[in-house]
């Protein structure tokens, strides 16, 4: 094994339910469920899937959702503030926890 | 050997990917019948010439392009929409609004069908000394089918070329005023987005919707339909494919999505498509590959029988384009 992560290995992921099918069942149910149009479009959903998935950093879900998010209509300045979205939440739920910081700090020091 | 079988056989395994069903072994393996019903439109092709060099052009057309069609062969053209009724009349290019001819064409045309089509990409048809032109189609009440592949000005400029964009803007504010896209004109305005790329096209329904708000609301433009179609792996855009690897992995996709459901209304059923130099074929993607109508070169001016229900229709795996999804009618 060269790398970790292979792309043609995305296409295997339907395989994972040779170990346990009834879970697997259970979960592509849902996973269809999911995605499919609800108060939320296929496309925005499409799009926050793209978000998690950076903020996940799944390189197969990158792939996935980048190629779903096009084929949805979505175009790269969409996809690219999405991406943001992830990165501000990712680096506001460390900067917020400086409260913390600033709690410990304050009940030690002078 | 029939004609069609030996035209078919040189088209064969036209990518060259070993993982391929040709497009006629898929018919043939799953029982599947494509073949035409009665004609009702006439396709024609007046050229090559295009001020454009669209990324994924199946033609390859582009401003040094110099086939054009003759007035000779716009003659045989308007003699064979006489000899037939067809209920639609397209006429697409490169642009067709760079032939010489075209005005002439168009007002002859005109009384000949119910619908008269001109495929424009906006911006060959925003020159100054196109004013005439613009006044023609709407007084013919022309059907305008035009390039509008994003709202985006960045994506689309990516298929299309710089500057391309602001100026369709420009053209299709210049249409709604001569009220095209606006009720009860009757000139209707339609818009075909093909995706700025490797991958398939997004629904039309919501495409449409989405397309309907953002222009409306950024630029106040209006539109009747908008049609999303996959891009045709051929000319220009085959060779996009093929130099950046793109070529297996997007033919196969397409070959995954083929739909049989899509055969029963894809437009090469019920059509005739006639090249710059007045040639037939099945539809326009079989121009490029000089895949001729029946597997057998024949001119315009030769044809007294339109092709009917149950005649063959050519194909190759090109042809997977056309049925991925819900389809090219």
Redesign the interface.
Known sequence: MDTYYQPKDLPKFAKISEGAPELAEKFFDYYTAVFAEGELTQREKSLIALAVAHAVQCPYCIDAYTQDCLEKGSNISEMTEAIHVATAIRGGASLVHGVQMRNVAGKISL | MSNLQTAENLNSNLFQIPALETFRENLDNNGLDLSRTHCTTLQVNVGMLCNQTCKHCHLDAGPSRKEIMSEKTMNDVLDLAARFDFQTIDITGGAPEMNPHIQTLISKLAPLCKTLILRSNLTAIAEKEQEPLLRLISDKKVTIVASLP?F?E??SETQRGKNSFATSITTLKKLNSLGYGLPDTGLELNLVSN???A?????QE??EK?FRQMLARKWGLSFNNLYTFANVPLGRFLTWLESTGNLESYVLKLAANFNSCSLHGLMCRSLISVSWDGYLFDCDFNQALNLYMGGRKKHISDLYVLPGPHDSIAVSEHCYTCTAGSGFT
Request: no cysteine; hydrophobic share 20%.
């Open positions: 994003s985006n960045a994506q995706p700025t790329g991958f398939l096209p997004s629904s919501q495409t989405r």
